[in-house]
């Protein structure tokens, strides 16, 4: 078997475009604004960072039909890396050092949000899945009921 031969590559793209909606533009905004910016708003392009590693393993999870959470892991991880690669390569061209340590702390921690919003998701099916059970055993129990409710019907000892 092939490395990575069960994940959903599908349900991945779907989560690195939804990661990308949101990490694109609050890092360049981060980015652009990096001198003038007052530490709250620095913690805010942060948070919504963190949220589109998030979303991207939410939404690779939605999708996935196996592998559901290595799915959200990489969907989150490959948001990293397609923000991250050309930024490294402006870092390169510039002659600034590139610190391979916090690349790959950046990554895991993006990893650990794909999973969290997998989490999330795989939670909310599983809540969705239990209230159709119960609403299945409601309609069952009114169904029986009303069986035996029927005028003619022979009673039962």
């Not at 994940?7 to 939804?18: H, Q, T």
């Not at 533009?25 to 001198?35: E, R």
């Not at 709250?40 to 991207?56: N, T």
């Not at 790959?104 to 899945?129: D, H, N, P």
Request: aromatic share 4%.
């Amino acid at each position: 078997m092939a490395l990575g031969g069960d994940l959903d590559r599908d349900a991945i793209g779907v989560g690195l475009r939804n990661g990308l909606l949101l990490v694109v533009p609050a890092g360049l905004f981060s980015a652009a604004l990096t001198d003038d910016l007052p530490q709250l708003l620095r913690v805010l392009f942060v948070l919504v960072i963190i949220a589109g590693f998030v979303s991207a393993g939410n939404h690779a999870a939605k999708r996935a039909q196996r592998a559901v959470l290595a799915s959200a892991s990489v969907a989150a991880a490959l948001t990293y890396l397609a923000v991250q690669a050309p930024l490294s390569v402006i870092r390169l061209v510039r002659g600034e050092p590139l610190n391979v340590w916090t690349y790959i702390f950046l990554v895991l921690t993006s990893m650990s949000c794909g999973v969290i919003g997998g989490l999330i998701e795989l939670r909310a099916q599983r809540k969705a899945e239990l209230a159709a059970e119960r609403a299945a055993e409601r309609a069952a129990a009114e169904a029986a009921a009303s069986e035996d409710d029927e005028p003619g019907a022979a009673p039962t000892t």
